[in-house]
């Protein structure tokens, strides 16, 4: 529901502008417009994501690999002495 307000006070600000002057103060406008839009999106660049993916696949590698060795060392722990 707040995305469609934002949404409508989007295309309300778009109309506005596109019915006041000349091209380029409205394009100029409407630059400001959508980055003051997305600025207050939660958004992340595409180089962010992809270093925060990277870092995630690393992690679960590391987790996995804890987790065999926590394996083995509670197989050895489990294993009666000889």
């Known amino acids: ?5 934002v949404f409508e006070e989007l295309s309300g600000k778009i109309n506005a502008l596109l019915a006041q002057g000349p091209a380029k103060d409205v394009e100029k406008n409407l630059r400001a417009l959508l980055a003051n839009f997305f ?3 939660d958004l992340v660049t595409r180089e962010e994501f992809d270093v925060q993916a990277r870092l995630l696949a690393r ?16 197989a050895r722990g489990s294993r009666p002495n000889a």
């Open 1 to 5: 529901m707040q995305q469609n307000r």
């Open 39 to 41: 600025s207050r999106l």
């Open 59 to 74: 992690s679960r590698e590391q987790i996995t690999a804890l987790e065999t060795r926590i394996a083995e060392l509670e």
